[in-house]
């Protein structure tokens, strides 16, 4: 598993570096990816609709619909494709290494034993700081979109790794459809946006 | 526990009442479904009286719940009946109801099932639910800002969310760094929290009052909610602010009541800071802004302030708290749909612009005048007596520095709405005064609320005052 992990860090990093949001859109499509090898070998071959269910989020959700939906989105809208998460000088660089090196000295603390287990809650921890840090210094809207998508994913790449309890079908069943409907409302708040700005002057109706 | 169903069901009308066909009907149907859902939580909070989790443990009626199911529904009978109302008189507003409808009766199952959820997990689930659904409601078409306004709410929900997550996530590992088999139900956390905090529980704690707080529109995530509130439509304005807060706060309590149950100083400090910090910032803002929206926006940042404040003392202070948190739930619905109504009249949102609204419209200036009385903690409203037990407390807790600077920030924020909202009431009006027909039908919501607010400063039934005993129990009132 320190492979994948490894892996997941590295995408993480590269879209920090080249500031394009088809780079972007892609180390998202491989975190999920990453996230769905991590979660099969988290399993140990066990097959229960739980984790079927994890499955389906993670690869057809995480890998394929999210970065297609926002992709599609994107190349409609002819949006330019240089696209910085963050500002691109060496503070934001060197602040965005600094975060890395927090999470895994935070990780040794939390998870004194070595192993995967503490890899596991670093990388987490630098996902959640990073997508932290991109939602933070982002200004436009498709920068903030990414950001988020960064945040959920360490998010879920922390739940591979906790307690049996959050297993729980029910949980897992509203947190897909929370997600199927948050990659609905990010396309139809890009569109609305791009339609927005199409027509400046239109009439504000009346309000409820 | 039928009447328990009862008052979730009216969601499954959802999608019939949001039809194309169903849109001359949906002002009635959802006026007829929030009136079923009040009357099943009135009923539930009078005739049940234990706490045993059913529906396979996911759901309970506690006094937590029974409190706030009555607080929510009753409140959004109001916000229904004003939809009604402004359906009835402005027949424009036909398509924006029928979806209103939809989304909001949506919104209410999840708020129902957050409130009555014995599940932590669960009730986060319902949270995002409710985000989901209200997020599209901010939007008025021909008017980008509020998109923007309903992006940048969804976007710091999800984070709030994403981050209580992880404060859940890490107060499972505690429980499993003990050797304890990690659960989310409440009724098993009861009897695995007495154990000594570890790292995990004390991280995990910290994160879930930060991304509650953020819901809750505590500093320093709060910028959401001014431009959400003030953009949203006022009947959503209201769900937010009346109903979803309520939400957010109930899922903070549910953890404090089961993880500070052995320690009842755990994340105290970071609520007192956040509590303070979010009375400061609202206080400079009211100061300095000229948005009568705004200005209420900026005063649910305070009492989200003393709310945390409240919640960070515990102990005596917790029955003021309630008191607080359920008498601002009926001052925000009334003054978020008063100030739709001066907005509808003037046309403006500028505090300058608005004057003599006791002459010029005599229930809305009378309301707006109300509402402020309460909002600034006058008796005889609840939120008089709820701000003097929290004060008391924090003496009784020795904060002494915290009481200070409570009290400075609490004068401030009176003379800056005073010199704010009193010439909109009472000054003399700006323009020809047309005395618009205002009926009676349109103020009874608000009246309700009003009545509902002198009772709680004044004098509460015993069945109602020992559910708010119940609650303040729960949270450490001896």
Known sequence: MTGLLIAFVITLLVPVFVGTWRTSLLGLAVQGALM??????????????????????????????????LYLVLRTGDSPARNDVIAPNLFSWAMALALIVVAFRTADVLVPAEGDEQLLVAVASAALLLGMFVLATGRGEVSQVIG????????????????SGHEALAFRLGQTTILQVSIGFYRWYLIGLARDESTPGAAETTAL | MNLVYLSLAPALLAPGVGSRAARSVAPIALLGASA??????????????????????YLTTDATARLFLVVINVIFLGIAGYVWNRARTSPELKVVVSRFARLSLV??????????????LASWVALEVTTLAVAPLIVREGVPSSRRASWRYFLF?????????????????????????????????????????????????????????????????????????????????????????????????????????????????????????????????????????????????????????????????????????VSNAFIKAILFLTAGKIKAHYGTKDTREVAG????????????????????????????????????????AKQITVFVVFCTLIALTFVATGRTVFPMIWGEPKKEVHWPRQSFVAAAPKLAFFVALVAMGLYMPQAVNSLFREVAASLGAE
């Open chain 1, 36 to 69: 769905a090898s991590i979660a099969v070998h988290h399993g140990g071959g066990v097959l229960s609709l739980s984790i079927a269910l994890s499955m389906f989020e993670l690869v057809a959700l995480r890998t394929v619909a999210l970065p297609l939906a």
């Open chain 1, 148 to 163: 988020l998508m960064r945040l959920e994913n360490a998010i879920a790449l922390f739940e591979l790794g906790s307690a």
């Open chain 2, 36 to 57: 079923v859902q009040a009357a099943a939580a009135i009923a539930v909070a009078l005739t049940v009286h234990e706490s045993t989790p059913f529906a396979g443990g």
């Open chain 2, 107 to 120: 919104f209410m199952g999840a708020a129902n099932f957050v409130v009555l959820s014995n599940h932590l």
């Open chain 2, 157 to 325: 929900s999800s984070v709030g969310l994403g981050i209580a997550l992880i404060g859940l996530m890490c107060l499972a590992r505690s429980v499993e760094s003990e050797g304890g088999t990690p659960t989310a139900f409440l009724h098993e956390l009861r009897t695995l929290s007495g154990t000594p905090a570890n790292l995990w529980r004390r991280i995990g704690l910290a994160l879930v009052v930060l991304g509650y707080g953020t819901k809750l529109g505590l500093a320093p995530m709060y910028s959401w909610l001014p431009e959400t509130y003030d953009e949203a439509p006022p009947a959503v304005t209201a769900l937010l602010a009346a109903v979803q807060f309520n939400c957010a706060l109930v899922c903070l309590v549910r953890v404090l009541q089961v993880y500070r149950a052995g320690d009842r100083e755990l994340v105290s400090t970071e609520l007192l800071v956040l509590g303070l910090l979010s009375m400061a910032v609202s206080t400079v803002s009211i100061i300095a802004t000229r948005n009568y929206k705004r200005l209420i926006a900026y005063a649910s940042i305070n009492h989200a302030g003393v709310i945390a404040i409240g919640l960070a003392i515990g102990k005596s202070a917790s029955y003021g708290v309630m008191l607080y948190v």
């Open chain 2, 357 to 396: 609204l006791i002459k010029d419209l005599p229930y809305s200036g009378l309301f707006l005048m109300v509402g402020t009385f309460a909002l600034l903690g006058f008796p005889p409203f609840g939120s008089f007596l709820g701000e003097l037990i929290i004060l008391s407390g924090l003496v009784r």
